[in-house]
């Protein structure tokens, strides 16, 4: 069973701004989540890519506009916001 809850509320965070802290990083980073599957969620993060460009040199250097794709299991949280009367209907 996946922490982040059934396939809907997975869905909900698709277009979503999140801060979020992964297992294989000693900070938080934001992003845009632009995809979720039963495994993990897809970002588009500038923070997260220029860490990851830092880790591997050249490697991403020639991929434009790259997105992470982060297991669930590596996601240790995950904040995002809500409208104040959506909110109030969870």
Do not use: Q
């Not at 996946?2 to 294989?24: C, D, T």
């Not at 990851?52 to 506009?65: M, V, Y």
């Amino acid at each position: 069973m996946s922490l982040i809850g059934p396939p809907a509320s997975r869905a909900k965070l698709v277009g979503k701004h999140v801060l979020f802290k992964s297992s294989l990083f000693s900070r938080a980073f934001t992003g845009t989540i632009t995809a979720a599957d039963e495994i993990g969620f897809c970002f588009i993060s500038d923070d997260l890519i220029s860490a990851l460009r830092e880790i591997t040199g050249s490697a991403l250097a020639s991929i434009d506009a790259p997105n992470v794709y982060l297991p669930f299991a590596t996601i240790e949280w995950l904040v995002f916001s809500e409208s104040k009367s959506a909110a109030a209907f969870v």
